[in-house]
């Protein structure tokens, strides 16, 4: 492995982050099926080869672009989640932070007219996600267990529940932001996983 200075690895930092941005935008523009490395490298104003230096293929570039994006949306659920005096209150406003966050994301690249060709990727994402999105929803219950204020489940079961939970998520948000905007019924449905029937 290459070894590199700090002012190396700030610079190449920099210029990965410029390509990720560039990309973002025109995938949001063309579709991710639609955009080319050419296109990619052309609205961050450096070369193929460039590209190429830091990303094997645009499926790469996909792939760490929703990386930086996922570990974006969960900083600000854990900042979301940090001054939060209960459990439910944790729970509440993490929901809702993925919630909004992965509308804002996902909604405008369109991913469903692109899903036949990019389905590997998206699993690929789905499963980092997932194991993210469980560890911070565990430390939720866990936290809220100890408080007393989860009597449904037993400390064994605090994992599956976080599991579960992550699942709905999930699935929620790809089904609501991909298939039906509707802002109200992410809204009923934030209300339901927080507060029950």
Wanted: aromatic fraction near 8%; glycine fraction near 4%.
């Amino acid at each position: 492995m290459v070894q590199y200075s700090t002012k190396t690895k700030k610079k190449h930092d920099l210029v990965r982050a410029d390509i990720l941005r560039a990309a973002e935008a025109v995938f949001r523009q063309w579709g991710i099926t639609k955009t080319t490395i050419e296109d990619i490298a052309r609205r961050a104003g450096k070369g193929k080869s460039t590209l190429y230096f830091y990303f094997k293929s645009k499926a790469d570039v996909l792939d760490a672009m929703a990386v930086a994006q996922l570990e974006r949306i969960l900083d600000l659920a854990r900042a979301e989640i940090a001054g939060k005096k209960t459990a439910k209150e944790q729970l509440v406003a993490y929901i809702g932070t993925m919630f909004r966050e992965i509308q804002k994301t996902i909604a405008p690249l369109h991913i469903e007219r692109d899903m036949a060709t990019i389905q590997g990727i998206i699993d690929r994402i789905v499963r980092n996600f997932d194991l993210t999105n469980e560890k911070s929803i565990e430390a939720c219950l866990r936290f809220g267990f100890k408080r007393g204020e989860f009597r449904s489940i037993s400390p064994r079961e605090i994992k599956e529940t976080a599991r579960a939970i992550a699942v709905v998520i999930r699935s929620l948000a790809f089904n609501l932001f991909v298939n039906n905007p509707d802002k109200r019924q992410v809204d009923l449905v934030i209300r339901l996983l927080s507060e029950g029937f």
